[in-house]
C-alpha cells in the first residue's frame, strides 16, 4: 500500500536529505510529494523544529534550480527561494528518496500565485467589473499557459522524479466572505467568472458570447448586491452552502453554458500538461490535487468542486491519479472518498489526502486511513510531514507497520 506524505519546500529545518528520506520510509511513507513553490504564504507551526518553529512560506519562489533558458520567450520568470538561496531541495530530495525507496513526487500549483499577478496583472483573473484578483492566474491567458508549461517542462525534463502533481487546477473563484461581508450562493457563482480578452477569445471558438453572458451576470449581482448585508449574515449557515444555486442554474442557461466551458477549457488544458509530460517521460504519471466533491475544500477560498472547476468524472481520462483531499474527520473522508472514487468509474486512480495536523489525534490516524481505504482510497496520503508532530509520525508508522502491506 502506497502512503504519501507531503513537504512544503525547505521547511525540514537542520534535518538534511537523507535524513528526511530515511525519516519517510520509518514512518510507512513510500511516497513523498514535495511542493516546488507556494502560490500563497501561509504561516506555519512546526513543533518538531523548535528552532523555527513559526515560519512563513514564501510566495511564488521556487525551491530548486530553474533553467531559465526555458523562460526566455516569457515576460514571468521563476525566482528562486530566498530563504534556501543555494540548495537545489529538488535534486536534493530526489536522490535521498531514490537510495531510501521512496517514490519522489514534485508539486506544481498552476493557476494560483499571489505574487505573481500582483506583479503581472495582465495574468490576473478579470471579473464581472473587469477587476483584477490577487490570487488567481487566467489559465486562457497563453503566457500563463507557456509559464507554467515551461516550468513542467523544466522539473520534468531535468530532474529524477517517479510522477508529477498539479494542484490549483483551476480553483478560479471567490472565497466565501469579503472583508466587509458574505458573498451569497449566486453572486459567488457568477463573481468567480473570468471576462478576460483570453476567455472572451476562447468562449468565441465555442460559440458562445460572454458579452452577453457578461450583461447577464451584471443583472443578477444587482439582485444579490440589493440584500442589505445584515440579512445576509442571519442567513449564513444556510448560504455558506449551494442553495439557491440548483434554481440559478435551471433558471439561467447562460450561467450553466458558462460553467460547461469553464470545464470544457479547464480540461483541456491538463490534456495538454500530460501530453507534454509524456513527451518528456513517457512512464511518469500525472496527478492533480482536487478538493472534495461534496464538502468545502480546506484552504483560504473555502472551495467547492464544482466551482473551482474540478471534477472527478469530467478529468477521469486526463490524469492517471487525482488526490481527494479531504481535511475533515473518518465520515467525511470515508463519504467524500467514495463520492470521488465512483465519480471516476474506474478510469483514474483515486487517493484520500488527510490532515495530518491541527485537531488531528494519534489515535485518529489509523480511524481516518481505514475510513479512506473503506471509500475505496486507492492510497493512503497524509498532509504532511513538516508540520506533523513526532506523535503523529510515529501512529501512522505504527499503522503501516502494523498492516505489514
Not at 455558506?240 to 442554474?249: A, F, N, R, S, Y
Amino acid at each position: 500500500m502506497d502512503v504519501m506524505l507531503s513537504i512544503f519546500g525547505p521547511t525540514c529545518w537542520e534535518e538534511d536529505f537523507d535524513v528526511i528520506a530515511g525519516r519517510f520510509r520509518q514512518v510507512g511513507g513510500s511516497q513523498m510529494l514535495f511542493f516546488t513553490s507556494l502560490y500563497h504564504g501561509y504561516r506555519l507551526l512546526q513543533p518538531r523544529y523548535p528552532q523555527r518553529a513559526i515560519y512563513t512560506l514564501e510566495t511564488d519562489r521556487v525551491f530548486y534550480d530553474p533553467d531559465l533558458s526555458l523562460y526566455e520567450d516569457s515576460p514571468v520568470r521563476p525566482e528562486r527561494s530566498l530563504d534556501a538561496a543555494s540548495t537545489d531541495w529538488v535534486a536534493g530530495l530526489s536522490q535521498a528518496c531514490r537510495t531510501e525507496g521512496v517514490a519522489f513526487i514534485p508539486l506544481i500549483p498552476m493557476c494560483a500565485g499571489e505574487r505573481l499577478v500582483q506583479q503581472h496583472p495582465d495574468l490576473a483573473v478579470r471579473n464581472l467589473y473587469g477587476s483584477a484578483d490577487r490570487l488567481f492566474m487566467c489559465y486562457n491567458n497563453p503566457v500563463v499557459r507557456a509559464y507554467r508549461l515551461a516550468m513542467v517542462q523544466d522539473v520534468v525534463g531535468r530532474y529524477d522524479l517517479d510522477g508529477l502533481m498539479l494542484d490549483k487546477v483551476p480553483q478560479i473563484m471567490l472565497e466565501q466572505r469579503a472583508f466587509n461581508g458574505l458573498f451569497d450562493p449566486p453572486l459567488r457563482v457568477i463573481g468567480s467568472f473570468c471576462f478576460c480578452e483570453h476567455c472572451r477569445t476562447a468562449a468565441a471558438r465555442a460559440d458562445l458570447d460572454l458579452s452577453e453572458v457578461r450583461v447577464r451576470c451584471l443583472e443578477l449581482a444587482r439582485r444579490s448586491l440589493r440584500m442589505p448585508p445584515h440579512v445576509l449574515e442571519g442567513l449564513a449557515d444556510q448560504l455558506i452552502g449551494d442553495t439557491e444555486v440548483p434554481l440559478l442554474l435551471l433558471e439561467e442557461p447562460l450561467i450553466r453554458e458558462m460553467l460547461e466551458f469553464r470545464f470544457r477549457t479547464a480540461v483541456a488544458f491538463v490534456a495538454e500538461v500530460r501530453a507534454l509530460v509524456r513527451r518528456l517521460k513517457p512512464r511518469i504519471p500525472l496527478y492533480a490535487a482536487f478538493v472534495p466533491p461534496v464538502h468545502i475544500g480546506h484552504d483560504m477560498t473555502s472551495p467547492r468542486s464544482w466551482l473551482a472547476i474540478q471534477s472527478y468524472k469530467f478529468y477521469a481520462e486526463a490524469l492517471d491519479g487525482i488526490l481527494c483531499v479531504v481535511h475533515w474527520d473518518a465520515d467525511v473522508v470515508r463519504f467524500e472518498t467514495q463520492r470521488a472514487v465512483e465519480a471516476a468509474e474506474g478510469k483514474t486512480e483515486v487517493t484520500a489526502s488527510m490532515r495530518l495536523y491541527g485537531p488531528t489525534r494519534p489515535q485518529d490516524v489509523p480511524i481516518l486511513a481505514e475510513a479512506a481505504l473503506a471509500g475505496g482510497s486507492k492510497g493512503l496520503s497524509f498532509l504532511g510531514y513538516d508540520v506533523a508532530t513526532d506523535e503523529l509520525l510515529d501512529a501512522l508508522g505504527n499503522y503501516v507497520h502494523a498492516r505489514g502491506d
